[in-house]
């Protein structure tokens, strides 16, 4: 399983409705939060291993109306 954490930055007046169409349109989203500064929201995903981080990002995360640029950041290990 690879884990994956995605940046988004939206246009303006759009990042509820983009984090409602990724927690309801992209099975492999786990978690969507907003939050401030440069990117509006910060969404963590879990892929197969088998899955291409960049065909997923392109093809299922950043076709979504109103999402302007993204940033993917690969996780490695989680801590407990």
Known sequence: MQTIF???????GKAYPVADA???SVEQVSEVHSTSGEYDLLVKCYL??????????????????GIKDT???IAF???S
Request: glycine letters at 2%; aromatic letters at 8%.
């Open 71 to 73: 940033f993917t950041l």
């Open 6 to 12: 995605i940046m988004i930055k939206c246009e303006l």
């Open 48 to 65: 197969q291993d088998s899955d291409d981080i960049g065909h997923f990002v392109n093809e299922n995360v950043q076709t979504l109306p």
């Open 77 to 79: 290990k989680a801590f």
């Open 22 to 24: 990724l927690v309801e």
